[in-house]
C-alpha cells in the first residue's frame, strides 16, 4: 500500500475531523443547540477510532 494512504488515513483526516469536531462542540455549547453539540461529540469519536477501523481494512 502507498504510504501516502496510511499518513492520509492516520494523521491528516483524523486532525482535520478532531478540529472541527471541537468547534462544532464549543459553537454548540456557546449557542445552546443540542444538535450541533451532538453532531461535534459524534465527528470527535468519528475521528478517534477512523485509524483503527480504516488501517486495518488497508491491511497496515
Partial sequence: MNSEF?????HILP??????????????????QKV??????ILFLAAAFSPFVVLPILGV
Fill in 6 to 10: 496510511i499518513i492520509l488515513f492516520s
Fill in 15 to 32: 486532525l482535520i475531523l478532531g478540529f472541527f469536531s471541537i468547534l462544532l462542540m464549543i459553537n454548540g455549547i456557546m449557542d445552546k
Fill in 36 to 41: 450541533i453539540t451532538a453532531f461535534g461529540i
